[in-house]
């Protein structure tokens, strides 16, 4: 069964501020997937990555798959990016979901 | 295009009555996911449909919970008799393949509230 931890917990930072998320996880998997909740507001997918890196817009994820470890990266950071971030990974082996981390709620203030 | 739809966004029912949950996919998804989320803990898988057929359940918590894809298009989760434990939001997600292979798009999900 993989155990998949996430931090921080919570993070609130400034308007402009970088900002990293960590993700590690116990077992090896075969697709990592950021996904974004605002407040009421249903789940996005970000991004599904099984290996290096990959940008979207403000948005970085990497993933190095040796040491289990995955970081999302928010650059030049706006309030609209005020979310709980989720990190889930799919380990195959038929176990068709994904096992979901707590997630991290994020606050960027003005 | 559109994407997963659920119905309802909320439901509050009382401890034995019945609850169905719908979930439309995304047109063209063979794969239809459930997860749920009760308060204070991470998503949890319930059950993964391809077409019609159920895939993996070995997320269901147990046999008051019903998973039902007629004709592989939408899938509706049944929960009789609800029970208190049952509160919390339940997502629904398609996609195109399996899970490692393609994105998963997710609806907003139901809040159910068991009283």
């Known amino acids: 069964k993989n155990e998949v931890e996430q931090s921080p917990q919570n993070l609130t930072a400034q308007e402009g501020e970088f900002i990293t998320i960590n993700c590690s996880y116990s077992?090896?998997?075969?697709?990592l997937h950021w996904l974004q909740q605002h407040p009421g507001g249903g789940i996005v997918s970000l991004f599904m990555l099984s290996s290096g890196k990959k940008k979207h817009g403000r948005l970085i994820a990497t993933i190095n798959i040796q040491e289990k470890h995955s970081s999302l990266h928010i650059t030049a950071s706006h309030p609209r990016d005020s979310a709980v971030y989720i990190c889930?990974?799919?380990?195959?082996?038929?176990?068709?979901?994904?096992?979901f981390g707590k997630g991290t709620h994020l606050i960027i203030q003005p | 295009e559109a994407g997963v739809t659920q119905f309802p966004s909320h439901s509050v029912i009382e401890k034995g009555q019945t609850v169905t949950l719908r979930c439309d996919p995304i047109s063209g998804h063979d794969n239809l996911y459930w997860y749920r989320r009760v308060m204070g803990k991470e998503i949890k898988f319930l059950l993964h449909f391809v077409k019609e057929s159920k895939q993996d359940e070995s997320g269901m918590p147990n046999n008051r919970f019903l998973a039902e894809r007629t004709g592989g298009t939408y899938s509706t989760l049944k929960v009789q008799p609800a029970e208190l434990e049952d509160s919390g939001v339940y997502f629904c997600?398609?996609?195109?393949?399996?899970?490692?292979?393609?994105?998963?798009?997710f609806g907003n999900g139901t809040r159910l509230t068991v009283t």
């Open positions: 077992v090896g998997i075969s697709a």
């Open positions: 997600a398609s996609s195109q393949a399996v899970t490692g292979e393609s994105p998963l798009h």
């Open positions: 889930a990974v799919y380990s195959g082996g038929g176990a068709d979901g994904l096992t």
